[in-house]
């Protein structure tokens, strides 16, 4: 089943904040961590029912190589991704960015 894939505006901004952190650490960390972000995206479009909701609606995605996963909402046609989020944000914390995007 093919599904649209729809970003909220902020996952870009989670990403390029992301992509830069790993940038500055190590040259090419960022674009590996910009792959494994892809792949995850990938992953959830072919099969957007195979991660468990962690909360209301929202599923997640870990990353394999990095702590932070994505976060979606899967319909019948359409995928949602919320936001990328670093493992290490406490859970409320991650409750309340998702209410508030």
């Not at 909701?53 to 994505?70: D, G, I, Q, S, T």
């Not at 046609?77 to 290490?88: D, F, M, P, R």
């Amino acid at each position: 089943m093919n599904h649209k894939i729809v970003f909220r505006k902020e996952v870009e901004d989670d990403i390029d904040l992301a992509y830069h952190w790993y940038e500055e650490k190590s040259i090419g960390l960022g674009e590996e961590f910009l792959r494994m972000f892809y792949t995850s995206v990938a992953e959830i479009e072919r099969y957007p029912l195979a991660w468990r909701k962690v909360y209301k609606e929202f599923r997640r995605c870990l990353f394999k190589r990095f702590p932070y996963a994505v976060y979606y909402t899967a319909a019948k046609k359409e995928i949602l991704i919320y936001g990328v989020i670093h493992g290490a944000r406490h859970t409320v914390f991650t409750k309340t960015l998702l209410d508030n995007r």
